[in-house]
T-cell receptor, first 114, second 114 residues
Framework: KQEVTQIPAALSVPEGENLVLNCSFTDSAIYNLQWFRQDPGKGLTSLLLIQSSQREQTSGRLNASLDKSSGRSTLYIAASQPGDSATYLCAVNPNSGGYQKVTFGTGTKLQVIP | DTEVTQTPKHLVMGMTNKKSLKCEQHMGHRAMYWYKQKAKKPPELMFVYSYEKLSINESVPSRFSPECPNSSLLNLHLHALQPEDSALYLC?????????????FGSGTRLTVV
């Protein structure tokens, strides 16, 4: 059974700092991995999708990397802003012949202090 | 249109009420999903529809009844709910079942059962 862990569970940083969020998964047989942000009481907003054949994806100040063999993905946020404050979730999509549901990580709650 | 739209945003219902949640997308996605999310927890899969047919039911109580009238619309009918059913209900869609190109989530319906 796939297990997905995100460390740290919570993070508080001053504005302008570069930061890294971690996502670890136990089964490397994945199809892709997707990073989301969630504001309190709101839905999930997709940030980046990395296919298993890719090593990284970039969008603006965000960069996500994937190392399947070690079961890790990182989300790098450059020059953090108070608007980046949210909970960040990674979601691992398994690679299988039949449908298997996505496994979400435990989440990292980020607070960027002005 | 790259959005999944959910209505209503908030819903308060009594345990004897019947209500429905609605989800709509116009991205041509042929798989749609219902998730339930409790506070500080990752989303939990409830139902999956693929090409308007129910594909997965994650052993959800019958007081939750999904319906997919067409390829753009997904409903969740609620009846005789319990206070513990209070949660954020999220709808998601993907091009095909399995999320090979990622998932798009709606902004959610905050449900309170009194």
């Amino acid at each position: 059974k796939q297990e997905v862990t995100q460390i740290p569970a919570a993070l508080s940083v001053p504005e302008g700092e570069n930061l890294v969020l971690n996502c670890s998964f136990t089964d490397s047989a994945i199809y892709n991995l997707q990073w989301f942000r969630q504001d309190p009481g709101k839905g999930l907003t997709s940030l980046l999708l990395i296919q298993s054949s890719q090593r990284e994806q970039t969008s603006g100040r965000l960069n996500a990397s994937l190392d399947k063999s070690s079961g890790r993905s990182t989300l790098y946020i450059a020059a953090s802003q108070p608007g980046d404050s949210a909970t960040y979730l990674c979601a691992v999509n398994p690679n299988s012949g039949g449908y298997q549901k996505v496994t979400f990580g435990t989440g990292t709650k980020l607070q960027v202090i002005p | 249109d790259t959005e999944v739209t959910q209505t209503p945003k908030h819903l308060v219902m009594g345990m004897t009420n019947k209500k429905s949640l609605k989800c709509e997308q116009h991205m041509g996605h042929r798989a749609m999903y219902w998730y339930k999310q409790k506070a500080k927890k990752p989303p939990e899969l409830m139902f999956v529809y693929s090409y308007e047919k129910l594909s997965i039911n994650e052993s959800v109580p019958s007081r939750f009844s999904p319906e997919c009238p067409n390829s753009s619309l997904l409903n969740l009918h609620l009846h005789a709910l319990q206070p513990e059913d209070s949660a954020l209900y999220l709808c998601a869609s993907s091009l095909r079942q399995g999320g090979n190109y990622g998932y798009t989530f709606g902004s959610g319906t905050r449900l309170t059962v009194v």
